[in-house]
Nanobody
Framework: QVQLVESGGGLVQAGGSLRLSCAAS????????MGWFRQDSGKEREFVAG????????LYRDSVKGRFTISRDRAGSTVSLQMNDMKPEDTAVYYC?????????????????WGQGTQVTVSS
């Protein structure tokens, strides 16, 4: 069982920045894609960004392209999400996840382990 621990959430004003981090308990995740999803109250969980096992390939939802950057450390067990120029619509609980395969997917069903989530709130 892989445990994921997110950190870095909080309250930020519109236009500000936050950096989320997610640490996996086991190196199992180093061969797998990792991703970030978010869920606002009353809405479905949505894909935010994903990164391949070696960090060479990334995916982003259109609304965060150019503002968010996903990265992972060389060991592959920690993934980060740098969020810049944040908007109120970015407000949600953010979850990191370990993919079932080596390359990122936008589908939640393609991820097997999930963190508990960290709240991100952007005030206008």
């Amino acid at each position: 069982q892989v445990q994921l621990v997110e950190s870095g959430g909080g309250l930020v004003q519109a236009g500000g920045s936050l950096r989320l981090s997610c640490a996996a308990s086991k190196r199992t995740s180093s061969n797998n894609a990792m991703g970030w999803f978010r869920q606002d109250s009353g809405k479905e969980r949505e894909f935010v960004a994903g990164i391949s096992w070696n960090g060479a390939n990334t995916l982003y939802r259109d609304s965060v392209k150019g503002r968010f950057t996903i990265s992972r450390d060389r060991a592959g067990s920690t993934v980060s999400l740098q969020m810049n120029d944040m908007k109120p619509e970015d407000t949600a609980v953010y979850y990191c996840a370990v993919g079932r395969s080596s390359y990122a997917s936008t589908s939640p069903q393609s991820y097997t382990y999930w963190g508990q989530g960290t709240q991100v709130t952007v005030s206008s």
